[in-house]
């Protein structure tokens, strides 16, 4: 019974995004953990400290220009760790795309818990370029608990931070 109990329960520690389509269910699929079409998440907070620290506001379509990453996006999606198929498809508009290794939380100890996620860019419907994003990235200000959607033409303006420091966030 102690087997059946703790089975039962490391199950319950571990989310699963289910139900998975069947590859004949899926016209599309889109992997989060392929590496060769990750962007450098180093550029973009570079890029995004520039920004904070010149005081100006900047469009997210040029700042990932300068950031070197994808061209031609027309979507910009915030994916926080523990994100649903289902939430990443309402908000994208998405429906033929089984989405593979989507962000998880995962625990560095008892106490502290990490809510990596990706960012994702988009092209006509089509996931183009995830990037890796972590909590403690310090220039780029964006909810990390919900699926959120911004474009080229989104102005991101510097926000007080901390230590007199700016981050960006979306204009409101």
Not at 97 to 112: A, D, R
């Amino acid at each position: 019974m102690l087997v059946v109990v703790s089975a039962a329960a490391l199950g319950a520690c571990v989310r699963q995004d289910k139900p998975l389509a069947l590859p004949a269910d899926c016209p599309r699929t889109f992997d989060f953990a392929d590496r060769g079409i990750q962007g450098d998440a180093g550029a973009l907070q570079k890029e995004a400290g520039r920004a904070a620290a010149a005081g100006e506001p900047i469009t997210v379509g040029e700042l990932t220009r300068r950031a070197g990453l994808a061209e031609g996006w027309d979507q910009w999606v915030t994916v926080p760790a523990d994100t649903r198929a289902a939430e990443l498809n309402s908000a994208t508009g998405i429906s033929d795309v089984c989405w593979k290794n989507l962000p998880q939380e995962w625990e560095i100890s008892v106490e502290e818990h990490v809510r990596d996620g990706r960012y994702l860019l988009l092209r006509n419907g089509v996931p183009v370029q995830p990037i890796f994003y972590t909590r403690f990235s310090t220039y780029l200000s964006l909810d990390d608990h919900k699926v959120q959607v911004l474009y080229p033409q989104t102005v991101l303006i510097p926000t007080p931070h901390y230590a007199d420091k700016f981050h960006l966030t979306p204009a409101p």
